[in-house]
């Protein structure tokens, strides 16, 4: 059914061998692999080149390597096995460390909020920083010790727990990697909405033709609306997803005006 190319094979075999040994043997791999924020004690250099190839779920690691299965081959049969790797590697190293310095500015800011709190507890800031910060925890847990802190604002014990919240969602937020080949799938999709932009491809749902060119269009459009009205509970890496897209296209544009055989 699908005419896998080598390099593309390559890709599928060691995504889904790890995502395998994770599994079976109950290898929490993203501790230690995934892209964590900047000034995190678990943060290490080589996360930008090995979250790629880590996937928090078997829908996430199917929807990457379904991409790549459906739009990889033909790139690759363009550019050669060597140099369709250098593109993904490019895109999803790129992505994660794009991704990685626009995570540690917003961490940043939670990390003064945070300071700032626990040098100055009150009721009305723990308010702020859990409406700001907690979205994607007990929010009816936290909004009900928001009140009673409020009730007793020169209580020791409230004061302690409200710091003791703050912390946890500091440590939470902070503390969750990155993983996925996201970046570089959705590298080698605006590649290929460039290479081959009216390219009729068949959605799934509904089952309709579609020019490449629309489905890159779309797909870029969905993610910079999904980053910018991001919800608490959202932990998809939309940023990362365009950082994916901005290099892909930079990197085509700068080797077709150097005359490479890329583009």
Same mark, same amino acid.
């Given at each position: 059914?699908?005419?896998?190319?080598?390099?593309?094979?390559?890709?599928?075999i060691i995504n889904i061998g790890i995502f395998l040994i994770g599994y079976l043997f109950h290898f929490d791999l993203s501790h230690l692999?995934?892209?964590?924020?900047?000034?995190?004690?678990?943060?290490f250099i080589f996360q930008y080149v090995t979250?790629?190839?880590?996937?928090?779920?078997?829908?996430?690691?199917?929807?990457?390597?379904?991409?790549?299965?459906?739009?990889?081959?033909m790139l690759e049969r363009v550019w050669g096995s060597k140099k369709f790797l250098i593109f993904y590697l490019i895109t999803g190293i790129g992505a994660g460390i794009l991704y990685g310095v626009a995570d540690t500015i917003e961490k940043n800011s939670l990390t003064h909020a945070t300071e700032e709190f626990i040098d100055?507890?009150?009721?009305?800031?723990?308010?702020?920083?859990?409406?700001?910060?907690?979205?994607?925890?007990?929010?009816?847990q936290l909004g009900d010790f928001s009140d009673q802190y409020n009730q007793h604002p020169n209580d020791l014990s409230?004061?302690?727990q409200a710091v003791s919240y703050v912390n946890q969602i500091y440590q939470a937020v902070t503390n969750i990697p990155m993983v996925g080949a996201s970046g570089a799938v959705f590298g080698v999709l605006m590649a290929f909405g460039m290479l081959f932009p009216n390219t009729q491809l068949m959605l799934l749902f509904p089952p309709i033709?579609?020019?490449a060119k629309y489905i890159v *269009?779309? =797909?870029? %459009?969905?993610?910079?609306?999904?980053?910018?009205?991001?919800?608490?509970?959202?932990?998809v890496a939309h940023l990362a997803h365009l950082s994916g897209m901005l290099i892909?296209?930079?990197? *085509?544009? =700068?080797? %077709?005006?150097?005359?490479?055989?890329?583009?």
């Open positions: 059914m699908f005419n896998l190319t080598p390099m593309v094979k390559n890709i599928l692999f995934g892209v964590h924020y900047l000034f995190s004690e678990g943060f979250y790629m190839w880590l996937h928090a779920s078997f829908m996430h690691l199917f929807s990457n390597m379904f991409a790549v299965l459906i739009f990889g081959p100055n507890p009150d009721p009305d800031q723990f308010y702020i920083y859990i409406q700001n910060h907690g979205r994607g925890f007990n929010m009816a409230y004061t302690s033709p579609i020019k *269009l779309f =797909y870029g %459009a969905y993610e910079l609306y999904s980053e910018i009205n991001r919800s608490g509970t959202d932990n892909a296209f930079v990197l *085509l544009k =700068y080797w %077709a005006r150097n005359g490479k055989d890329f583009y």
